[in-house]
């Protein structure tokens, strides 16, 4: 039976909304009828050749739904029960799982390789895209995808776990650490950053300064937590400083991916201070350091994958953090739309306006 999903036909075309049809599922694979879907910068860096994956693919990472089918030896999950998606499943064996370090999973998209689906018209192989293909009506995944939804969380809402809340309360929780009095600067306010301001609340951040290139986000990063807001300028590190008693901020949690950015939240970080780079950007984006800036800052610059999380590990905490209405899902959804709708809402993230759009089905 065919069911409707958003296609990325080749790198820099249009999405198409088509039927596609599914396999199985066969063994080790779960079959789930989404329930949301969130639209992710990463959705819109794969379409554009930011990331480069097999095209052509069903796009979409960012989801939950509920068990249709399950294949032979899956046994953590059963028809009836609400799932999110993992997109960066870990696979157990490599050196970074070996380390702990799922986020860095050496195979995480190992599955984007494998074909996923046809196309109904015309019978064409389609690839997952980030592994779980979420932007279609229903998907087959393996069962390292798919984690229990948290009880008491609408799959609606639960959606938006697997990637913006993981990430952004990963970024400020396992990377950037910060602890309860710290001063916090997050730089884009999007799905992720979001997710990273409402987490610098629940961390007990005293300062949060939010930062974006859009005056028309200052409410939706207020009601997240921002006790500043800055529109992104030529200034904004002095301002940052300004604002922090001449020092800076303890930690600077920058979700843009661009190297003006990175370089602001790193001259926004005070001495000894974190930066922290969460969004992906791509190759032609140079960040230089002098050498004496480095000794002199004492600062640390890191990367971070993923929220540096661990899926299995951290979706309870987060669940208790929303079942007492520290996390906020909903505050992260600025628009809910249809499949057909997904196409705009990438138009709206390249402008650089909202938070999460939602595809709900
Ligand atoms: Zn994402
Ligand atoms: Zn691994």
């Not at 409707?4 to 199985?24: C, K, M, Q």
């Not at 693919?57 to 068990?67: I, R, S």
């Not at 799959?155 to 309860?180: E, N, Q």
Request: with cysteine.
């Amino acid at each position: 039976m065919a069911v409707r999903a958003a296609v990325l036909p080749a790198v820099d075309a249009p999405l198409e909304i088509t039927g596609i049809d599914l396999p199985g599922p066969g063994p080790g694979r779960v079959r789930i009828r989404l329930a949301a879907a969130g639209v992710c910068h990463s959705d819109l860096s794969l379409s554009n050749g930011t990331m480069r994956l097999p095209v052509p693919a069903v796009l979409g990472h960012e989801g939950a739904g509920t068990v249709v089918a399950v294949g032979e030896g899956v046994t953590h999950v059963a028809p009836g029960d609400g799932v999110v998606l993992n997109w960066a499943p870990s696979c157990g064996a490599c050196p970074a799982c070996a380390r702990g370090e799922v986020w860095l999973c050496a195979n995480a998209l190992a599955g984007a390789a494998e074909v996923h689906a046809r196309r109904t018209d015309d019978g064409t192989d389609l690839y997952p895209g980030l592994n779980v293909a979420a932007f279609a009506e229903e998907t087959v995944v393996p069962a390292s995808c798919v984690l229990p939804a948290p009880d008491g969380v609408p799959l609606t809402d639960a959606a938006l776990l697997g990637c913006a809340v993981l990430t952004g309360y990963g970024a400020v929780h396992h990377a950037a650490k910060v602890r309860p009095g710290e001063t916090v600067a997050v730089f884009g306010v999007g799905g992720v950053g979001l997710a990273a301001l409402q987490s610098a609340r629940i961390a007990g951040a005293s300062t949060i300064v939010a930062v974006d290139v859009s005056p028309a986000k200052e409410g939706l990063a207020r009601s997240a937590g921002a006790t500043d807001y800055l529109v992104a300028s030529d200034t904004t590190a002095r301002e940052i400083r300004a604002l922090t008693g001449k020092e800076g901020v303890d930690a600077a949690v920058e979700c843009v991916g661009r190297a003006t950015t990175i370089r602001t939240a790193w001259e926004s970080t005070r001495r000894g201070g974190r930066t922290t780079v969460v969004g992906i950007g791509g190759k032609d984006q140079q960040v230089t350091f002098n050498a004496l800036e480095i000794f002199h800052w004492g600062r640390t610059l890191s990367g971070c994958v993923y929220g540096n999380s661990d899926p299995a590990r951290d979706l309870p905490v987060l669940a208790d953090h929303i079942r007492a209405g520290r996390l906020d899902l909903g505050a992260l959804v600025t628009e809910r739309i249809t499949l057909d709708g997904i196409p705009a809402a990438f138009d709206t993230m390249l402008a650089g306006k909202g938070g999460r759009a939602l595809v709900v089905f």
